[in-house]
Nanobody
Framework: QLQASGGGLVQAGGSLRLSCAAS????????IGWSRQAPGKEREFVAA????????NYAESVKGRFTISRDNAKNTVYLQMNSLKSEDTAVYYC??????????????????WGQGTLVTVSS
């Protein structure tokens, strides 16, 4: 089971850190991705990290501003979001990929999804 948290209201230029916590002993074997969906828009994967943390990918829209990391001892993946823009406003979801070795940015790679957390960036 995955649970995203850390969303909230922030001014443009500010920062937030999202967390994706998971239960179960198999967390270390999963790759984790973060996606977002804004009202009226398609879901967009923004970052992903392999089970070991050795592979990381970012969408072009967030490169240089967002950082994904994981702490397998805490069964948690983080998404540090800096220099936030109004277009980053969305519900953010984390998802788990059972294959574990990749860091895919496509929804079809993911097997388990958590509930989202809302990020609102005011301009």
């Amino acid at each position: 089971q995955l649970q995203a948290s850390g969303g909230g209201l922030v001014q443009a230029g500010g920062s937030l850190r999202l967390s994706c916590a998971a239960s179960g002993r198999t967390f270390n074997s999963y790759a984790i991705g973060w996606s977002r969906q804004a009202p009226g828009k398609e879901r967009e994967f923004v970052a992903a990290i392999s089970r070991s943390g050795g592979r990381i990918n970012y969408a072009e829209s967030v490169k240089g501003r967002f950082t994904i990391s994981r702490d397998n001892a805490k069964n948690t993946v983080y998404l540090q979001m800096n220099s936030l823009k109004s277009e980053d406003t969305a519900v953010y979801y984390c998802a788990a990929d059972r294959t574990g070795w990749g860091a895919a940015l496509t929804a079809s790679n993911y097997d388990y999804w958590g509930q989202g957390t809302l990020v609102t960036v005011s301009s």
